[in-house]
């Protein structure tokens, strides 16, 4: 099994920015690509960014290309997204995602317990 545990959601204004955190523990040997969805009240969850084992391919959403980062510090098993720019639309539970492969972005196995980012227009 493998744990995941996000950090550093919030309330913040239109146009700042937030930094998310996902620590991930357990049998995280073959999970080779790590990541956030979101959902916001009334809407399907959605994809915003995933990076690669080796942090070499990064994946991100129409939506938050430019805006956000996704990051890893690989020694401490953890994820970073790195939020700037923030609209009202970016609302949400963002929910740190893990699977073994790029394709399975679709339907990730591992999911966070989610944060709540909040943002005041």
């Known amino acids: 099994q493998v744990q995941l545990v996000e950090s550093g959601g919030g309330l913040v204004q239109a146009g700042g920015s937030l930094r998310l955190s996902c620590a991930a523990s357990?049998?995280?040997?073959?999970?080779?690509?790590m990541g956030w969805f979101r959902q916001a009240p009334g809407k399907e969850r959605e994809f915003v960014a995933a990076l690669s084992r080796s942090g070499g391919s990064t994946y991100y959403s129409d939506s938050v290309k430019g805006r956000f980062t996704i990051s890893k510090d690989n020694a401490k098993n953890t994820v970073y997204l790195q939020m700037n720019s923030l609209k009202p639309e970016d609302a949400a539970i963002y929910y740190c995602i893990a699977d073994s492969t790029v394709a399975q972005m679709a339907a990730p196995r591992y999911w966070g317990q989610g944060t709540q980012v909040t943002v005041s227009s």
């Open positions: 357990g049998r995280t040997f073959n999970m080779n690509i």
